[in-house]
């Protein structure tokens, strides 16, 4: 059995959904759908989840969202006539939207909540109907009915440990499933959303709940890329990867899939396929616990920008017992995450998103910093971004850090930072952010169009 | 005005003493001279420490250590004989011996420690007295006179920071002053010595109270040299370093001067220069706190032997807030000190001295990590030798990386880990110790021979 994500743009009018559906009913092992909100129909078009977020603001600010109301209706009425749906599932949406507008809105959050999963929630409605419209037996089904508990963090919820055994009752429902995406209840009934893009997640968490055999994840690109398709020109697809391979390149800019995704389906040991709606028959990108592998071979190289280093230096610091814990204590205390912290004999670096450096902090963590460890010198590099190059073979390797590291020497970059090691599959530069590009289209160059090692 | 060290094969003979003291009485600025206690005269022979050593212990274990003292003093006697010294300060040598074995020995670590100084404290009044002999005004000075005054860490006693003014009473002693390295006194006057090797620690304390203007270490080298000569054959010799290149080779397995040695000079900024008493015409190396550089000019490569790596990975680490710190608590309550903690996004692993986990206690770290942070996985790597290369023009450099990692690459030396870019002025490199001796000469070759670079 397969659990099938669509995303946006693979609902985005009538039809995408024709497309949808075809490749769902060619398949008769796909069996749970899960959808994403109507996407953008062209580049200038509007997702409907932002015009769900616009009516929802208006009518917090106004009382009166009448107009952004309506623009949603439209959308969904457009789509629905072109399926040759009747206006009685409009009516519904229409209504349905109407319901959602009359909430409390005294919890701000909470309200956007049960506005925003609208989308999902009558694009899963519509799916259905569209299906049962040419004789098929599909199913919209709740999270609300099949148990997908979320915690009470709105916007930014989690699910609930338990919906996993709830969400089973799936498997005795006949024909298929369509399953909105994106949202879920909390415990005392209220609609509450992963952050945006958390339909995959959505469909990570049912493929597991349901031991799947695979995780089909459609989107709109044929598989994920050795390297992102705005930095370097027409990169090759990449036909494997393992779980942590993807987690690497999915953390450091490669935004295939939403960050969370991966950990359901990790935990229950289901593979994922990312494939194209609108190439169906393109094999994807597969991702599992392992594959095979030959040494030295790299599968992809992200770069992701907005990095800080705090620079933190003292004579004799590696004699200090705790000076480390003591220092990452300053972080924690002020509420900052770091990414890495290499170190030399006197001196530790501290490496995390320069974005958490708001007005008044970066001066307290050095004030803190100075004052309480008493160290020689500290201070900040800002505007740094961070190169990694990902594949399970690098392991021990011998000769891909002297490609990479000549590589980027050919292209006069600098390298404030090498990090290799650490993690097994992972080999990560620091450059600074007006060089990252550059850096990434060396690398590919070296590690996938240098014929010599091909 | 100079302080100056002389290191026990300085000292080791009467030839030596007079060599010792021609290079003190060529330079008028040299004004305060510190000695260690008579070294080895040949490769067979066995240092006064270790004498007194062995004296103390028999005396410790069977209350009669005659023969032992004997050998001590034959040791003084044979180089007052042919300094043209007369017997008095044999005697004088004897009596003192005798003295400090009448001491308390229910506390062995104060015991030891004042057997031990009496090798720098005699060796001391030998040099004052064979001075004075051919007519120079020198003269002895206690370093319970001067107020060295020390904690009461026996064997292992660290200055206290009131010495830094007591021993500014030097500078009303005319002549040259001629000082016992090794140790001081505890406030309550009990001798306390610093570790083995300690006298260098004594001339930076000295010369950083007094203000020198250098601070001249004498011992048997001409040179710091670019590789240790053990590794390397014939390497060149080092110029010039800053304090913190030199801190970085002497912590990665460059002994040319005690580990604890840089610091007094550092912080009053008194350079350094080591120099060879059989060789004083040579130039030596001189340590200073900035000099000029080229960029990507290397200085040295150094290694050490004995390290191991706990390798530690969860899915999704790097979103639990405190992890990092969390692992390194875990390590200071069980005593652990560590070198280096580079982390991936999922995973961070922990170099430290493997001679820190004795039986028994790696496997509580492990259970620890497992237990207490719910981990995937928890593995140690051991066997593992650190490889750096130091230079302070390698900041930010373009090619350096490439170079080191390409000689690696082909000299076949697989990485276990690349570090690059935390100290501004060192490229880190983890191999198997197997493996390290081929890396030192790659790099070395690379580096100091390659004459594409010189």
């Known amino acids: 059995m397969?659990?099938?994500?669509?995303?946006?743009?693979?609902?985005?009018?009538?039809?995408?959904?024709?497309?949808?559906?075809?490749?769902?009913?060619?398949?008769?092992?796909r069996k749970v759908i899960v959808v994403s909100a109507p996407g953008k129909?062209?580049?200038?078009?509007?997702?409907?989840?932002?015009?769900?977020?616009?009516?929802?603001q208006k009518h917090l600010q106004t009382g009166n969202a009448d107009a952004e109301l309506e623009a949603v209706v439209k959308r969904f009425k457009d789509i629905a006539n072109e399926l040759g749906l009747d206006d009685e599932i409009v009516k519904m949406i229409k209504s349905d939207l109407e319901e959602r507008l009359k909430l409390d809105t005294s919890h701000t959050g909470m309200f956007m909540d049960a506005m925003k999963a609208a989308g999902e929630d009558n694009s899963a409605k519509?799916?259905?109907a569209y299906l049962n419209s040419i004789g098929e037996k599909a199913e919209y089904v709740s999270p609300?009915?099949?148990g997908l508990l979320m915690s009470d963090e709105f916007g930014n919820a989690q699910v609930l440990p338990e919906s996993y055994e709830n969400l089973k009752m799936i498997n005795s429902i006949e024909g298929i499933v369509i399953f909105p995406?994106?949202?879920g209840y909390t415990k005392d009934g209220k609609v509450a959303t992963f952050p945006r893009g958390g339909s995959?997640?959505?469909?990570?968490?049912?493929?597991?709940?349901?031991?799947?055999?695979l995780y089909e994840n459609f989107t709109d690109v044929d598989a994920v890329y050795a390297a992102h398709p705005g930095l370097v020109h027409n990169p090759v697809a990449v036909p494997e990867l393992t779980y942590?391979?993807?987690?690497?390149?999915?953390?450091?800019?490669?935004?295939?899939?939403?960050?969370?995704t991966l950990v359901p389906v990790f935990m229950a040991g289901v593979p994922v396929c990312i494939k194209n709606t609108n190439n169906p028959s393109a094999p994807g990108t597969k991702i599992s616990l392992t594959r095979d592998y030959s040494p030295n071979h790299v599968v992809g190289i992200a770069s992701d920008a907005g990095f800080c280093c705090i620079y933190v230096s003292k004579f004799m610091m590696n004699r200090e017992v705790g000076f480390g814990r003591k220092l990452l204590q300053i972080l924690e205390d002020e509420g900052i995450s770091y990414e890495h912290t290499p170190s030399g004999i006197d001196n530790i670096s501290i490496i995390l998103k320069q974005n958490q450096l708001k007005a008044g902090i970066e001066q307290k963590i050095i004030d803190r910093i100075k004052d309480e460890l008493k160290v020689d010198d500290v201070s900040i590099d800002h505007d740094l971004a961070m190169i990694i190059i990902v594949g399970e073979g690098m392991k021990n390797t011998v000769g891909t850090a002297s490609r990479a590291t000549t590589a980027l020497a050919k292209a006069s970059i600098s390298l404030e930072m090498i990090n290799q090691g650490s993690s097994e599959i992972t080999m990560m530069f620091a450059v600074r952010e007006n060089e990252a590009?550059?850096?990434?289209?060396?690398?590919?160059?070296?590690?996938?169009?240098n014929k010599l090692y091909k």
Chains 1, 2 share one sequence.
């Open 200 to 213: 995959d997640i959505t469909g990570s968490i049912l493929a597991a709940a349901l031991k799947a055999d």
């Open 244 to 260: 942590r391979e993807m987690r690497e390149l999915s953390y450091a800019g490669f935004s295939v899939l939403h960050e969370d």
């Open 144 to 146: 609300k009915k099949a």
């Open 41 to 56: 129909r062209d580049s200038s078009d509007t997702k409907v989840t932002d015009l769900l977020i616009a009516c929802a």
């Open 437 to 449: 590009h550059k850096a990434v289209i060396s690398l590919y160059n070296e590690f996938f169009l």
């Open 181 to 183: 995406g994106f949202f």
């Open 2 to 29: 397969k659990v099938a994500k669509f995303g946006g743009t693979s609902l985005a009018n009538a039809e995408q959904i024709k497309k949808v559906c075809s490749i769902v009913l060619a398949d008769s092992e």
């Open 126 to 128: 519509l799916v259905a």
